[in-house]
C-alpha cells in the first residue's frame, strides 16, 4: 500500500524523502539501530559515547 502512495505522490509531483520511506527489518533512527523482528535496540560505542557526554553537558549546572 505505501508503494501505491508513494507512486502516486511521484504521478503528483508530490515531494517526499526516499530515504525516509524505508521499509526493512533493521532501521537506523536517530543513530540507533532499531530491529523490530527481535525487539531490540542497540547503538554503536561511538554514538554511545557521544550520547553520554551530551546528556553530562546538558545535566552539568553551568557557571554563569
Keep these: 500500500m505505501r ?20 521499509s526493512r527489518s533493521l532501521l537506523s533512527i536517530i543513530s540507533f539501530e532499531v530491529d523490530a523482528n527481535l525487539m531490540q535496540i542497540t547503538i554503536s560505542v561511538e554514538r554511545r559515547g557521544a550520547l553520554v557526554a551530551a546528556i553530562h553537558n546538558f545535566i552539568t549546572p553551568s557557571s554563569t
Design 3 to 22: 508503494v501505491h502512495l508513494l507512486l502516486l505522490w511521484d504521478y503528483l509531483g508530490i515531494p517526499h524523502n526516499p530515504e525516509k520511506q524505508v
